[in-house]
């Protein structure tokens, strides 16, 4: 009787304990099988790498080239460092000077390349990273030499660099009276929320200072009015760099509640249908273009598989599933539209994909040219505290939130975003930008180059048809041609909407000459038999045996 009595206990402690297994097996089935998927994997990995770097035969030679071919890289290289140091030589000067108390410099500096290749290339190919001035669509450095902006200014910069002067100016015009007073506002806040609660179709609008605040206080209201604590986002999405939301390298503490999830998956749709701890999703709609990776970085570019593509009618349908699973499951859909807002459509991602968010984050652009984080969200997940219970508050307060300096020139950016010239912009934007894009890869086609591109309306990557150990280089042979990507070269190209024909016409051509450049220069070597997994096995077993020493 006894025995009968604890055999019914087990099987109903089993019973319990069935649905929590089911559901940690559905959630592990839901994980994307990269590295990426696996956070704390992705840390410990990122643990046993050493630290080790290419002598200056390996550097030119790392595929097993031959002699002849190591020439023409030693010549090329020697030609590109030559260029570049004598046309930029007060702005490298100048770079030197600052990099020993810049942490943010050596970083980039650091991790333009895969870093086998960084120590010989940071000691022979002298970069600037100071400019003067801007105009048009081009920068200028300390020596007057003028570039073509792809940088984008890390997505800032959607109306051209003359816009933005005018929105600063002009915003801090407004409220020059004022000055810097805080704690009240200035009567251009009120005009700031009525064009953003139109533009969100949400009903408030908290003001913070960085795009990575935004996310902090969407996930945090979140998680107040849901009595949940877990977050989920989407495998390679970057939210900012708070903790929560940037699990794995980079971040020195382990994911904490955070659930990373394969995007465009049924199974991650599984999860959030039966678990109850998911107060919020997170969605950045730049996913669309690389799902399930993180940010093309040229660091990571140690051979030819990046992949990338946007399917704009698969990544809305899989908006939707989303939009009705979380209203179904009170779980709080929030759009990071901190990089795209405003770049897409007038009225962002969501308008651009037709659905609406319970929360959405802005940033970047929409201050104008000055600091700014932005959510704006439903009346019911915005509030901060809980009239039943008033001593349960959700304290989020910012010394410079609804800064009047700030607010001001959010408000030019809002006008302006009205006006028909602006609105005129959107008009076939994707189109114009598609248009381009095939126009750029018909040019490398013709000209026999193994580069494609492709892109997100205005949010390009260049993709590499061969295998190679080399890509990486060919920031370099752009930026001889007077082309300027961000630090992480060239997986992320932004364009400025005031590019005109005229301009991307020269872009093509000197993104064209780049590529023969380099490939005339021998590092994109035809006589390679090696396949892209191949070249990462060579390094798998490089480092391997740098471990074992
Ligand atoms: C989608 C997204 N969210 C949040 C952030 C963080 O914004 P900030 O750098 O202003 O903190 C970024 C920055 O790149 C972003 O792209």
Redesign the pocket.
């Known amino acids: 009787m006894e025995t009968l009595a604890m055999s019914a206990l087990a099987l109903g402690t089993m019973a319990a304990a069935w649905p929590a297994a089911a559901q940690r097996i559905a959630l592990s089935r839901a994980k994307h099988r990269s590295l990426a998927g696996h956070s704390r994997m992705a840390k410990r990995v990122a643990s046993l790498i050493p630290g080790y770097s290419y002598d200056e035969a390996n550097f030119f030679a790392a595929d097993d080239a031959p002699a002849e071919i190591v020439a023409h890289r030693r010549s090329g290289f020697a030609d590109l460092c030559q260029l570049l140091g004598e046309r930029h030589a007060k702005t490298i000067a100048m770079s030197d000077q600052a990099r020993d108390y810049l942490p943010d410099m050596q970083f980039t500096g650091r991790y333009r390349v895969p870093f086998q290749f960084s120590p010989y290339l940071r000691s022979h190919l002298k970069l600037g990273s100071f400019v003067q001035s801007s105009s048009g669509v081009t920068l200028e450095d300390l020596d007057g030499q003028r570039f073509m902006d792809l940088t984008g200014s890390?997505?800032v910069n959607v109306f051209g660099y003359d816009f933005y002067k005018e929105t600063i100016a002009e915003g801090i015009a407004r409220v020059a009276e004022l000055g810097p007073v805080l704690g009240t506002y200035h009567p251009v806040v009120l005009e700031v929320i009525k064009r953003l609660r139109v533009i969100s179709g949400l009903d408030e609008v908290s003001f913070h200072m960085?795009?990575?605040?935004a996310?902090m206080q969407a996930v945090r209201v979140a998680r107040y009015h849901s009595k949940r604590t877990h977050l989920v986002r989407f495998c390679g999405a970057?939210?900012?760099?708070w903790e929560d939301v940037q699990p794995g390298p980079g971040n020195p503490l382990p994911p904490r509640q955070t659930y990373t999830l394969q995007d465009l998956s049924e199974r991650s749709l599984r999860v959030l249908e039966t678990r109850r701890d998911i107060a919020c999703v997170l969605i950045?709609p730049?996913q669309a273009l690389h799902p399930n990776m993180s940010a093309p970085g040229d660091s990571t570019l140690v051979d030819s598989s990046r992949r990338a593509g946007f399917d704009r009618a698969a990544y809305t349908a899989w908006l939707q599933k989303l939009r009705r699973i979380c209203t179904e499951r009170g779980i709080a859909l929030i759009f990071?539209e901190?990089?795209l807002g405003f770049r897409l459509a007038p009225g962002g991602a969501q308008e651009y994909f037709g659905v609406q968010a319970d929360l959405v984050?802005y940033?970047?652009t929409l201050g104008g040219g000055l600091?700014v984080?932005v959510v704006c969200g439903k009346r019911e997940w915005m509030q901060r505290f809980d009239e039943k219970r008033p001593a349960d508050l959700c304290f989020a307060r910012g010394t410079f939130n609804a800064l009047p300096q700030v607010a001001g020139a959010m408000l030019s950016f809002l006008e302006r975003l009205e006006t028909p010239q602006v609105q005129a912009i959107y008009t076939d934007l994707d189109k114009t930008w598609n248009d381009r894009a095939e126009l750029m890869n018909k040019r490398l086609q013709q000209a026999g180059v193994p580069v494609r591109v492709t892109n997100m309306s205005t949010v390009w990557t260049v993709l590499y048809d061969t295998p190679s150990r080399y890509n990486w280089m060919f920031q370099f042979y752009l930026r001889a041609e007077g082309l300027l990507l961000s630090w992480v070269g060239s997986g992320r190209m932004i364009f400025s909407l005031n590019y005109s024909a005229n301009d991307f016409e020269e872009v093509t051509d000197r993104f064209c000459r780049a590529a023969q450049a380099m490939r005339r220069d021998g590092w994109w070597w035809d006589g390679s038999q090696l396949s892209n997994k191949e070249i990462r096995r060579g390094i798998f077993r490089e480092m391997w045996a740098r471990r074992r020493g």
Do not use: A, Q
């Open positions: 890390y997505g960085s795009g990575t605040e996310v970057y939210h900012g760099w950045n730049l990071d901190v990089f984050t940033g970047k600091p984080g």
